[in-house]
């Protein structure tokens, strides 16, 4: 029974890997020998709930894909003399599950890390140490670096002061419709007068119109858009009106 369950055990757990690998969109371009040879590689970690697995600062070594379970990232806001851990810390990022990934940025760069990774629960990885790294996805360096960009200018825009409506002038009318207007406004708070596209919406006619699950998605669907062709949502204020 052991011959045949021992084998059987090892194609699952393979064919349960080969899944989470295709799940990750960054690995897409990968040809399926290329994602049989990064299988081969793979080591399996488990964590415990509030394990820390990446610590910001630290020199990365690991490159890490969640299996199951779920991770939170974190970060230190610089503080006034421009050290992390001086001002206002651990600020949550945002959340990764199962397909997510994380490390990449330390293997590439060879800089500190750049953010705190804790297991928000019992997390199963996948992980590839640095050699495994550049061998198995060196071809793929030039996504996981435009990846890498994104994600630091997620975390730039966190860190950066709240916008104000009360902060917000208006410049001209871009347009007008049945529900609102989109008015272009500048930010007076940021020193450079930033220029943003105002969206504005009445709440009587949304609801007259049952309209307002239609925004709500709207609003949804904006904030994950991050396109150098699609206005990228920065705030939402809620009025009187």
């Known amino acids: 029974m052991e011959q045949v369950l021992g084998p059987l055990t090892e194609l ?61 990232v974190f970060k230190d806001r610089e503080g006034e003399k421009g050290k992390v851990g001086e001002g206002e810390s651990n600020q949550l990022i945002t959340t990764l599950k ?13 800089e500190p890390c750049s953010a705190t990774v804790v297991a928000a629960e019992a997390t199963q990885l996948m992980t590839l140490d640095k050699a495994a790294f550049e061998r198995v996805l060196g071809p793929l360096q ?39 207007r989109v008015r ?18 009445y709440k009587g006619h949304m609801i007259k119109h049952k309209q307002v699950d239609h925004i709500i998605n709207e609003k949804r669907v904006l904030a994950v858009c991050d396109h150098p062709f699609i206005l990228r949502l920065e705030a939402v204020f809620t009025t009187d009106h």
């Not at 393979?14 to 799940?23: L, P, S, Y």
């Not at 199962?98 to 060879?110: C, D, H, I, P, V």
């Open 12 to 72: 699952l757990k393979r064919n349960f890997n080969r899944r989470v690998v295709d799940a990750v969109p960054l690995l897409g371009p990968l040809t399926p020998a290329d994602k049989d040879d990064l299988l081969a590689v793979l080591q399996d970690v488990s964590c415990d709930a509030g394990h820390t697995i990446i610590s910001q600062g630290a020199v990365g070594t690991t490159f890490y894909m969640i299996k199951s379970g779920s991770v939170e």
């Open 98 to 110: 199962s397909g997510g990934y994380f490390g990449e940025r330390a293997l590439l760069t060879l």
């Open 142 to 180: 030039n996504l996981i670096a435009r990846e890498v960009e994104q994600r630091e200018a997620q975390a730039a825009r966190l860190n950066r002061p709240p916008i104000s409506y009360s902060d917000l002038k208006e410049v001209a009318v871009l347009g007008e419709g049945s529900f609102g």
């Open 184 to 201: 272009l406004v500048v930010d007076r708070s940021s020193g450079e007068e930033r220029p943003f596209a105002l969206k504005s919406l």
